[in-house]
């Protein structure tokens, strides 16, 4: 990742410290994750400590420090989907990929991660995986979700 | 496009407006907001637009996406204005029988209307669905009639009148007069009086101030700024430009939470629409007021609800709260004079200077003025938003409007104020719901929260989820909420598990009390308030978990067990797939059995057996 | 000219400069307050709440930080009562269940009237007082140290193994920090940590109920101005 390819980014915010969650925002949704070698990046073109940077990217749950598996599948555990069960859809994704939230399969292909709360509370329990919102989850659906993402992860893997 | 400068200008725009609609005969509105969306709404809108143009027919019919409209359980809805037929659950194969039918022949399609459970009859308007009946919809009712992304809708029913009308009508001093008479208190949680927030900002000394609108909906359950500003950003801004008015402030942020991108782009496209009209800017109505709006992003933050959090993320900071011993209406962003309301304050304000402030004083209780909005979540058939007068009874919202608990469960208590709320037990349903009434039984209204819980909700596991969220969303700077939410947290984990004591429930209390006296913020004051509430109405619960080392609702892991019912089981084998641990062992047809040793108790069997066989012990 | 302004501490009249928190305030008085996270001359955080006081306005009572109050003309402040003393007392005891290892964090325990310790202990090495990173400013005033993460992950981190490029080996940070001092019975070991209470025989019951300082030692740990060293 040269510098070049945060510069778009950087655009009209350089030496303007307040930018920086806005940059950062913009920097976690194009490579997926702040790496280090960004933050120091940011720290100097903003014009500021690179522990300040740090400070901040490892405050807001917004921004990942690790590289985030190829699809992210986030289970909302706000009150309204706990009450209708969403404990058993963690426990679903976690038993089914061996992994807890926050954490990536080995394959890079799986992170699961919690929410608290995405404001889709009718339609209880909810889960996002990559950018579409789905609603009235159970286990068993969350389980053919997953095969079916898997299933044609393989198939493009072997189509190529 | 030409900016307006007088109201004349405004009513001709709009007058324009309405002349270029005559021909529409009428208007098919869809709900486009999050929860119709994710039921596929928008292939529903897909397929009317295919529809109108085959038929020819879009001169006079016209086709507007709202947002919107509360009645989420019966998504996607649709209305035809100008008779408002209401249809429910409606699929994109409607369509056409839909142009057909209704829009061609006004005749209504029965199996799209809402059936009322009650009387099992079908109900045809929108305003005769009891579940709107029973409302008020003062700001709601708006989300039906305007695009989101259309300043004209806005404007065609009256947007920005009372923009024109407090700029040029009236003084600031007399707008935040009229703000104060009205009584409307923070509807973001806090319900401190906005007038008298306006009022000592306007007074504070300094030239440079700020309004900010606080879209960082935190409250899990809570989805009502959302809606409003996703489906009706323009009056946000228009209540903010006149605060802004009133106050003396030339610059605005809103800052929206991350987790709401639609709301982000909506805001954007009002403020860039605004701005080319003239509403906002330099010069805004031809006067030499001037005021500007900039859109921000939360990054994940509960903590950044909280006031002084906010606004040091607004500065590129860590949202870590500081003493509020001088307040942010004097020192605020960048230590000036700042006044923060959330979405919902600012979306009364249109109406009460329009409308006056006696119309908002007529409605609500004595203490709490207005209406209020409510996420009406959890164990409740008619889940969704519901915008009802201050002071209502807790029983009419759950059951009238809410329409009681499906499946017949019997409901238990209701949560409010997310997790700095507490628990209401269904015997104090009678209570009204309002600031104050609400503040004495141990919980509070907060931004508007409603969960329904029902007998299968285990109260202490409740309090040890709201904990575990606080924990979560702690930002660690002060001892109280840092180290005592996590002991709180270990405690009533070892409640939980079958390890508590007696002495744990005067512990707990003991540590709730400190933490609400010491902590910094608000987030740390009320954190206890979820434990409190709960062992203050729920104690035989407590005392089961400790004495009897039992969970009464069945939902704390380690206190119960799961065995299958062999007078039920099928055999169908659903629960063995299920099973991620493979604890289950069975053959086709016959019984199954579940072997405790690798049963890991995560619930799903029970979930997913259709024959009620799986039992808790 | 600065101005002073004169101040009610549990009925003393105080003059103090303004800008001066109730905090120092009262120390230089000879009132004891006990504190963890001020450090003279660097800005006041609020961030431990042992300092807190009852502030009187109106005949009511709002329980606020000293460090962060400033003072004002006829402000009435009260440090010592039984609901200041009880809350306090459960704040230190959870300080002391987080990090039992240290002299300073026992003494100030034991200063705040914790006899009993109603936690299973923990066996922190730091609790995030913050005062290292408020005193640091490292090579070519980039800071360093700082606090990262947030809520129970919060930690005080020097990035990406910088260390070594921006310190300055000031050493204030270790001067400062209550940590370096282990509790008079020594290093204990997990599982086997307590409240030495050794002190405890040493002090009167007047040492501790009134509130006035004694020039003890236990201010040592935590820099207490007023401390014999």
Known sequence: ?160 | MNKIKTFKELEEFRNKIINNRKNNTSTIVVCGGTGCKASRSKDVIDALKKEINQQGISESVHLRTTGCHGFCEQGPLVVIEPKNIFYCHVSPDDAEEIISKTIQNNETIERLLYIDPVTGKTIETETEVPFYKSQDRQILSQNRQVDPCSIDDYIAIGGYNALGKALLDISPQSIVQEVIDSGLRGRGGGGFPTGRKWAECREAPGNEKYVICNADEGDPGAYMDRCVLEGNPHLVLEGMIIGAWAIGANQGYIYVRNEYPLAVENVRIAVKQARDLGLLGENIFGTSFSFDIEIARGGGAFVCGESTALMASLEGRVGEPRPKDVHTVIDGLWHKPTTLNNVETWANIPNIIQKGSSFFASKGSKGSKGTKILALTGCIKNTGLVEVEMGTPIKTVVYDIGGGAPKGKNIKAVQTGGPSGGCIPVDKFDLPLDFDALYDAGSMIGSGGVVVMDENTCMVDVAKYFLNFLQDESCGKCVPCRLGVDRMLEIITEISDGRGKLEHISLLEELGETISYTALCGLGKTAANAVTSTLNYFKEEYEAHIKDKKCPAGVCQELISYSIDPENCTGCGVCLRGCPHEAITGEKKKVHSINLELCQKCGICRSECKFEAIIVN | MIQEVTVNINGALIKAAKGTSILDAALDYGICIPHLCRVPYVEDLGACRLCIVEHVVNGRSKITTSCTLLVQEGMVVLTNTDKIRKLRRNLAELLVAEAPNSRAIQDIALRCGVRDVRYPFRNNDCVLCGRCVRVCTGKLAEKPLGFVGRGKNRRVEFPFDLRSELCNDCGRCIELCPMTMPACDGMMKPGEEHLCGNCESKLSDDDLALGYCVGCYFGEGFHCERSPN
């Not at chain 1, 009209?12 to 790496?35: A, F, H, M, T, W």
């Not at chain 1, 394959?107 to 608290?116: I, K, L, P, S």
């Open chain 1, 1 to 160: 990742m040269s510098k070049t390819s945060i510069d778009s980014i950087l655009e009209g915010r350089r030496s303007q410290p307040n930018q920086l969650i806005e940059v950062l925002q913009d920097i976690q949704e194009k490579y997926g994750y702040i790496s280090e070698e960004n933050m120091f990046t940011v720290s100097k073109e903003l014009g500021m400590p690179v522990i300040d940077v740090y400070s901040v990217a490892s405050f807001y749950k917004a921004f990942s420090l690790k590289p985030r598996g190829k699809n992210v599948i986030t289970i909302c555990t706000g009150t309204a989907c706990h009450v209708r069960g969403a404990k058993l859809i963690l426990n679903q994704a976690s038993g089914q990929l061996g992994i807890s939230s926050g954490e990536m399969t080995d394959d890079g292909q799986f992170t699961v991660e919690h929410v608290n709360c995405i404001g889709a509370c009718a339609l209880a329990p909810v889960v996002t995986e990559n950018d579409t919102c789905h609603h009235h989850m159970t286990p068993g659906k969350l389980r053919k979700l997953i095969k079916s993402i898997q299933k044609k992860d393989t198939e493009e893997v072997a189509n190529e």
